[in-house]
């Protein structure tokens, strides 16, 4: 694990019941479907899952996967995340980066991501990262929520955006160099106090 620099831990504290929200684990699902219609078919491959937290997405996508490389700035995200580790089916790497000031020092076929870009203030440098850290033409595929009202979460400190329009997050990708981008529905996240449409965005780097 990579630890050296300290990072802030904005999820610290909700690591230990991250786990238990019956809407959360079932959104996490079905952007896991939506997925996994962009990791290559015929093959098990590296995939980087990014602002992997407790591993929701991780679990899921293992049994596809050769490796999962789950990378989040939260150390406690991380330590619920190896709790699970060994039980997964497939070689799990564990890093504690903060990818929007820091690199991931090798590079994967591919880029996975839910609910994690809304966290991230400076995307142009985070998509910088992200590119760096894949290997050429490699694929991601992210999910997150559209254009919101602020009352998705119920305290928003760590919440650097309320959901994208899904135009403007296209040209932030293409001027960070991604090519092949395109943004469909993924699913609706079901909230008790509201329903809030999700996206997934799929890009590949040059190769
Ligand atoms: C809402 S959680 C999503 C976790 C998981 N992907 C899921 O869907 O359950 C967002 C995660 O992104 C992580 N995160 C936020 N900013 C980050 C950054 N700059 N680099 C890496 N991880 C980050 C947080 O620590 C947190 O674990």
Redesign the pocket.
């Known amino acids: 694990m990579a630890t050296s620099t300290p990072r802030e831990d ?2 610290h504290g909700r690591a230990q019941e991250y786990d238990n929200v019956d809407f ?1 684990q079932r959104y ?1 699902e079905e952007m896991a479907r939506s997925i996994r219609e962009y990791l290559p078919q015929d093959r098990k491959v590296t995939i980087m ?6 591993g ?2 991780t679990e899921r996508l293992a049994p596809y996967a050769e490796k999962i490389v789950a ?4 150390e406690s ?1 991380i330590a619920r995340l190896a709790e699970k580790a060994s039980a997964l089916p497939c070689a799990i790497e564990l890093e504690t ?4 000031k820091e690199k991931y020092p090798k590079c994967v076929e591919g880029i996975v ?4 870009l809304h ?2 203030g400076d995307i142009p440098s ?1 998509l910088k990262n992200l590119l760096d850290a894949l290997e050429p033409g490699g694929f991601l595929a992210l999910c997150d929520i559209d254009s919101e009202d602020g009352t998705f979460h119920t305290v928003n400190s760590g919440v650097m955006h309320y959901g994208f329009d899904r135009e403007a997050l296209k040209q932030l990708f293409e001027e960070a160099g991604f090519i092949e981008i395109s943004v469909a529905d993924s699913t609706v996240v079901h909230k008790p106090h509201g329903d809030y449409p999700a996206f997934i965005l799929s890009a590949r780097r040059p190769g």
């Open positions: 904005k999820f959360r996490v899952d990014f602002g992997a937290g407790t929701l997405l990378v989040d700035v939260s995200m980066i903060d990818l929007q991501s839910t609910m994690t966290h991230i985070l």
